[in-house]
Structure formats: structure tokens, C-alpha cells
């Protein structure tokens, strides 16, 4: 185009040849410097977690398939986390955080359902850094420092949503939290607008507590004993269960009358006691994982080898699915 604008080279074209020629040039120049910007962008949201959808969507299908496969004996907790969770993600402008309580003894899944909540929505799951995972024992272990914990805690919470309102906290172990620490967080989990400038309406708080395991226990045996099928167990059954446990439960400090009191805690989810038929899918489930072809009878050797409460019935398993994976290795 340059050479034509030579030849026809005339004063009244002059400016416009000139125009033309560079145009072409500044244009690409242009659109390469955004293009590589462009891509530049791309490339580190694809290696670098943000708090967008790239890496945070909540995905109910993906948590309702792994509820139903790989969750054993839990019907009603896996209802109500699939329903509790897909309300509040589908809706646009909830009206406070999402605050979940998961109660129940050892080994019936509340780490494992916390994980699997995590894996709907962060593309990272558990690692997510938007995902904050808190253990008593190993966060806050001395009785004399609560009030640094309690600024320490104030301080994480805060700090974290202004970076990504859509950031998860669970807080494990909670018998052991110490009265007066999950009080400092109170307000956040409250129906606010905001406080000072932050909204905490798309956080995730869930709660992880053994508060209740033995009344859950008591209103399974009693189905049992009455000859009523387990599944027939529903939420109603073991919601004054829960809460009453957990109210009465002064060692389990952190339930502050007033905690409950306020309505904070969206729901409770029971988790009912294991029997040895889950303990058997646990097993099959694990060496799956693991790529051995599962074997029923190794498997129900490792389970009938566990310990089962109550002593005369012997019906649920002490600790559940947790040390399957470890046990299992003296049984292949
Ligand atoms: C949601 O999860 C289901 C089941 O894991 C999967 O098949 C589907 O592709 C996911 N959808 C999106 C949009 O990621
Ligand atoms: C976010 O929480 C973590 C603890 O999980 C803490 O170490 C970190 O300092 C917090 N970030 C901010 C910005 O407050």
C-alpha cells in the first residue's frame, strides 16, 4: 500500500498515503500489546488462584454425586447439605453468611462432607487459599492467650473476605475451643450489611463438633430397637438432639447461649453413628481409591475386627470410617 501511495503520489493524497501507510502498523502494534496483555492475564488466572469464577463456582451437581457416592450411612446430613448449600449459593443477595454446625461422633464424615462442600466450590478444594481450616489443638492451644486469639481471629476472618468475600472458614474440634473465642467472630456471622466496609454475606463458616454424637446415637438405637428401618431417621428426629446437647454442653464452651440464641447457626447437621455395613463401604471405597481391586472379605475381616458400642448390641462403630485407611494395611 506504501509503494501504491508512491506512485500515485499527488498533493492531495499525500496526508492520507501517509495515514495509510502507518495505520496497519500502529493498529497491530496496538492490538498487540493488549493481546499480550490479554493473554498474559489469562495465563496467570490459569495459574494463579483469583476470587472469581475461574476457580470459585459452585457446582450441586458435582456435590450431590459425591454425597451419594462416596458418603456412607448419612442420609439426612447429605440432604441437608446439598439443601442447605444450593439454596444459599443459588441465591444473589443472602441476607447473612452461610454458618453450619456438623455434630456427631468420630469417623461418621463431618471433616470428609466439609471437604467435599469445599471441592463444589473451590476448583482447589481443600487447598484453596481462599479455604481456612482451623483445629483447636493446633491453632489456639493456650488457655492464657484467648484474647490474642480472639484479635488473632478477628483479624483473619476480617483480612480474608475484604480479599475474597467468598471465603470459607472451618473451624474443627470445637469441643475443644475454648469459651469465649468463636464469640470474637460473632458479629461477622450476624445479619449486618456490612462492618466497617466489609460484607460477610457470601462467607462459609462450618462448625465441626463431637457435641451431640451421643444423643444422635441414642435416637438411632432407639429406631433400631423398635424395628425401624434407619433410613426412616429424619432431620426432626434428631434436631432437639442436637441442640439441646450442644446447649447444655457447658465444656463445649464456644456454644454461647447467645449464639444460639440469635438464630447464627443456619443449621445443625446431624451425623448418625456408623454400623458395620458402612465401615465394609468405607473399606471397598478405600481400597478402590487406591487402586486395588476391592475385596469383601478382606474388608469385612478389618470391620468385624473394630470396636462397636453399645457393648451389648455392639451396633456402632467407636470410631467410625476414620482409621480405615490405616487398618487396612494389616488386612491385604
Ligand atoms: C458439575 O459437576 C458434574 C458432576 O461432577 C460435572 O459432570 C459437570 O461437568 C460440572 N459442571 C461444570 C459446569 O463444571
Ligand atoms: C487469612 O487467614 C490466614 C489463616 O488461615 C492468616 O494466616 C492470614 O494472615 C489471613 N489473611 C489476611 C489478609 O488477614
Not at 499480550?36 to 496467570?44: A, I, Q, R, T
Not at 462397636?308 to 491385604?332: M, N
Request: proline share 3%; with cysteine; glycine share 6%.
Amino acid at each position: 500500500m506504501g509503494y501504491m501511495c508512491m506512485t500515485l503520489l499527488h498533493y492531495f493524497l499525500i496526508t492520507s498515503c501517509i495515514v495509510d501507510a502507518f495505520e496497519p502498523v500502529t493498529t497491530s502494534a496496538f492490538f498487540g500489546v493488549a493481546g499480550v496483555g490479554y493473554l498474559g492475564n489469562k495465563l496467570y488466572k490459569y495459574l494463579f488462584e483469583t476470587c472469581d469464577d475461574q476457580w470459585i463456582r459452585f457446582n450441586s451437581s458435582n456435590l450431590e454425586l459425591a454425597l451419594n457416592q462416596k458418603l456412607f450411612g448419612q442420609h439426612v446430613a447429605s440432604r441437608v447439605v446439598l439443601k442447605t448449600l444450593t439454596g444459599y449459593m443459588n441465591n444473589p443477595n443472602p441476607k447473612k453468611p452461610l454458618v453450619l454446625s456438623l455434630h456427631g461422633w468420630t469417623g461418621t464424615g463431618k471433616n470428609f462432607v466439609s471437604q467435599l462442600i469445599t471441592e463444589s466450590i473451590y476448583h482447589k478444594g481443600m487447598q484453596s487459599g481462599f479455604v481456612h481450616l482451623f483445629t483447636a489443638t493446633a491453632h489456639f492451644p493456650h488457655q492464657k492467650h484467648l484474647e490474642i486469639y480472639k484479635e488473632q481471629l478477628q483479624m483473619w476472618v476480617k483480612g480474608n473476605v475484604t480479599k475474597c468475600p467468598r471465603s470459607m472458614f472451618i473451624f474443627d474440634e470445637m469441643d475443644k475451643m475454648q469459651a469465649g473465642l468463636i464469640d470474637s467472630i460473632k458479629p461477622y456471622l450476624d445479619y449486618y450489611e456490612n462492618l466497617d466496609g466489609v460484607s460477610y454475606r457470601q462467607a462459609i463458616f462450618i462448625f465441626l463438633s463431637n457435641a451431640g454424637g451421643e444423643k444422635i446415637a441414642e435416637v438411632a438405637l432407639d429406631f433400631w430397637n423398635k424395628g425401624r428401618d434407619r433410613e426412616e431417621i429424619e432431620l426432626k428426629d434428631l434436631e432437639m438432639a442436637v441442640t439441646l446437647s450442644v446447649f447444655n454442653n457447658k465444656q463445649s464452651g464456644f456454644w454461647h447461649a447467645n449464639l444460639i440464641d440469635k438464630n447464627l447457626v443456619d443449621v445443625y447437621v446431624p451425623f448418625l453413628p456408623l454400623e458395620l455395613k458402612h465401615v465394609v463401604q468405607c473399606g471397598l471405597a478405600e481400597m478402590a481409591s487406591r487402586g486395588i481391586d476391592p475385596d469383601q472379605d478382606v474388608v469385612e475381616r478389618m470391620a468385624k475386627d473394630m470396636n462397636y458400642f453399645p457393648k451389648e448390641e455392639r451396633l456402632f462403630a467407636t470410631q467410625g470410617c476414620k482409621v480405615i485407611s490405616s487398618r487396612l494395611d494389616y488386612y491385604i
